[in-house]
């Protein structure tokens, strides 16, 4: 398989704990919304596996939780020590959004 120039996804950012207390997780399946104890192990798996399957330049877009910006912008710094890196905020001006512009 080739490289991506493009990666958008919306992970499972939600911690373990905080899953049962959603109202939405009545109506969600709990593969969902439960991104692991911290709630950022699926995103950082994936930020590690792209890695080696990103173009350059590409773009890796991640959508977290509010409070995990970051936490997730120093592990994909430290993945992609050569990329910009940028948190954006979602309507409400929540850090919603991880962006890496891989070089």
Do not use: W
């Given at each position: 398989?080739?490289?991506?120039?493009?990666?958008?996804a919306?992970?499972?950012?939600?911690?373990?704990?905080?899953v049962?207390?959603?109202?939405?997780?009545?109506?969600?399946?709990?593969?969902?919304?439960?991104?692991?104890?911290?709630?950022?192990?699926?995103?950082?798996?994936?930020?590690?596996?792209?890695?080696?399957?990103?173009?350059?330049?590409?773009?890796?877009?991640?959508?977290?939780?509010?409070?995990?910006?970051?936490?997730?912008?120093?592990?994909?710094?430290l993945?992609?020590?050569?990329?910009?890196?940028?948190?954006?905020?979602?309507?409400?001006?929540?850090?919603?959004?991880?962006?890496?512009?891989?070089?």
């Amino acid at each position: 398989m080739g490289k991506f120039d493009l990666v958008c996804a919306n992970l499972p950012y939600i911690p373990t704990d905080a899953v049962p207390t959603l109202t939405h997780s009545r109506h969600e399946p709990l593969i969902a919304l439960d991104g692991g104890v911290n709630g950022k192990e699926i995103v950082y798996s994936l930020i590690s596996q792209l890695k080696d399957k990103i173009n350059s330049p590409g773009v890796i877009l991640l959508e977290i939780q509010n409070d995990q910006g970051k936490d997730v912008f120093d592990y994909a710094s430290l993945q992609f020590p050569k990329a910009h890196i940028s948190i954006l905020e979602d309507y409400s001006s929540q850090p919603r959004l991880v962006k890496i512009v891989s070089y």
